[in-house]
């Protein structure tokens, strides 16, 4: 007997070949568009910068941008290890904050008034 199986739309997206990277902080798999993209600022500094576009050059790592997993990762040192002993998290702390302030309350555009519309030439009938 042959039953085709009904997959839900959650399903289907998680099924297809989408990027799927690993949290630093859950340990959770995750689409790539989901996940920060963090590396080691470089030149013998320690900071840890987010790579908002993912274009910077040398080894990334990815994170929820939730304080959930930001803790996690700070709690079991994960950016040391991730990025080769880079500490820093000022600049992801402020990141994931400054997201958190953009997901407030929902605000509406003020509503302008509604114009009138004439009808076209003819359609008057």
Aim: glycine fraction near 10%; aromatic fraction near 2%; charged fraction near 25%.
């Amino acid at each position: 007997m042959n039953v085709r199986k009904m997959l839900t739309v959650a399903e289907v997206l998680h099924t297809e070949d989408h990027p799927q990277r690993t949290c630093i902080g859950c340990r959770k798999k995750g689409a790539r568009s989901e996940l920060l993209r963090l590396v080691a600022e470089g030149s013998g500094s320690t900071a840890v910068l987010v790579d908002e576009r993912r274009r910077m050059a040398g080894r990334g790592a990815w994170l929820h941008p939730s304080e959930a997993c930001l803790a996690l990762a700070v709690k079991r040192r994960a950016f040391g290890r991730a990025l080769n002993g880079a500490t820093g998290s000022a600049a992801v702390e402020r990141r994931i904050m400054a997201g958190k302030q953009d997901a407030g309350p929902l605000r509406m555009p003020p509503v302008a008034a509604a114009k009138t519309v004439q009808p076209e030439s003819g359609s008057e009938n």
